[in-house]
């Protein structure tokens, strides 16, 4: 049985920062690519960021030089830190493991970011 659960999303001006956690269950999260995704209306949903269980990091070229992603495998969290907000950032996002049979690959509710100009 796992879960993952996301916080973190608000409200924001343009240029601002907002620091989005994904707390998860079970010991496996340490030996599980990550990643974190979003999804506005009327789009399809995007893989942002994916982080590997050593820490090694790829991005999406509209975030990268923006926003940082992080694990702490004994806590069995993981962050998206993301600064000069836009508003084309505006969207749900998730977290979710990069295998879509793996023990995290159950969407859920995510977490709401709103960029205002």
């Known amino acids: 049985q796992v879960q993952l659960v996301e916080s973190g999303g608000g409200l924001v001006q343009a240029g601002g920062s907002l620091r989005l956690s994904c707390a998860a269950s079970?010991?496996?999260?340490?030996?599980?690519?990550m990643g974190w995704y979003r999804q506005a209306p009327g789009k399809q949903r995007e893989l942002v960021a994916s982080?590997?269980?050593?820490?090694?990091?790829n991005y999406a070229d509209s975030v990268k030089g923006r926003f940082t992603i992080s694990r702490d495998n004994v806590k069995r969290t993981m962050y998206l830190q993301m600064n000069s907000l836009k508003p084309e950032d505006t969207a749900v996002y998730y977290c979710?493991?990069?295998?879509?049979?793996?023990?995290?690959?159950?969407w859920g509710q995510g977490t709401q970011v709103t960029v205002s100009s």
């Open positions: 979710k493991g990069l295998r879509a049979s793996g023990p995290f690959s159950s």
């Open positions: 079970g010991s496996i999260f340490s030996i599980n690519t």
């Open positions: 982080i590997a269980p050593g820490g090694g990091a």
